[in-house]
């Protein structure tokens, strides 16, 4: 019984060390910045060059949208947006450029991709959410 | 009399002084902004960071190598905050890098320099989107470019 009380508090002081921390510590500048999504497509039609940078350029002025690339080959496409502002179904949209390109999703493999923003992820994500001035 | 000629005194030198110290700062403010400063601030570098991401994303060489992190945007979220943070406090900024050192983030992933190069190709065209002058440019540049020999064939 005495062992049970010592575990219940010992976990008690660690979520109150925890929830603390969280409320306490030093944010970045960065942390404080909005979040966003990024989403990738699949592009097919021709476009030159000229008429790319346009589309290019008209993405990024979209209210909701920070920023929109096409490479250099016009098959792919990535939107970085707010995912409050804006969906990534209306982006497919936005991208068929009146009906001269045709738009899909981009196959996107759900494992590897940078290893230390796994490991670090789950962590921050939980200190986020203890953090009331979010 | 005297006395009050020596406090008179007293108080023109504090005042000299301090109207000096002020002065010398104003002066070095005036003459060295940071490179955070003209690069435009935190919101000019968000943007730019933005721009730097889908600009890889898109990128055939190498976006196979960040696609499940942008895609998942918790990862995302971090790897963003770890540029901003990086540039930011790289150029004189007040933030505060906390992610991995550049060769404990890459060691065991064998980057190319044709990717390296790539990604630094699709950092200058994010810059060049955005008009930033030549000056900042190089400078952002210099600060960045020595962290190849830690990322490239490790």
């Known amino acids: 019984m005495k062992t ?131 | 009399m005297n006395k009050l000629k020596r406090t008179s005194f007293m108080w023109l030198m504090i005042a000299a002084l301090a109207v000096n110290v002020s002065c010398d700062d104003d002066d070095e403010q005036a003459a060295d902004p940071t490179l955070y400063t003209r690069l435009g601030g935190i919101d000019a570098i968000a943007a730019v960071t933005d721009k730097f991401l889908t600009n890889v994303a898109s990128d055939n060489v190498i976006n196979a190598r960040f696609e499940a992190t942008v895609a998942d945007p918790s990862r995302l979220q971090l790897l963003r905050n770890n540029l901003i943070d990086q540039i930011c406090a790289g150029a004189g900024g007040p933030c505060q890098y906390k992610g991995k050192t550049m060769l404990e983030a890459h060691t065991g992933m064998n980057i190319s320099p044709a990717e390296f190069n790539a990604l630094v190709g699709d950092l200058v065209a994010a810059l060049d989107f955005y008009d930033v002058p030549e000056a900042e440019k190089n400078d952002l540049l210099a600060v960045l470019g020595p962290m190849q020999s830690d990322i490239v064939g490790k």
């Open chain 1, 4 to 134: 049970i009380k010592l575990i219940f508090l010992a976990v008690a002081v660690g979520v109150v060390v925890l929830f603390g921390y969280a409320n306490v510590r030093q944010r970045s500048v960065t942390e404080k910045l909005k979040p966003v999504n990024l989403i990738s497509f699949q592009m097919r039609g021709n476009l030159n060059t000229e008429e790319r940078l346009l589309l290019e350029k008209k993405i990024s002025a979209v209210p909701g949208i920070t920023a929109c690339s096409l490479n250099k080959e016009g098959n792919v496409a990535s939107v970085a947006f707010y995912p409050d502002r804006i969906t990534g179904e209306s982006l497919a949209g936005l991208l068929t450029a009146g009906g001269k390109l045709l738009v899909s999703p981009k196959e996107i493999s759900p494992v590897g991709g940078c290893p230390v923003h796994q490991i670090g992820t789950s962590f921050q994500k939980f200190l986020t959410t203890l953090d009331f001035r979010n």
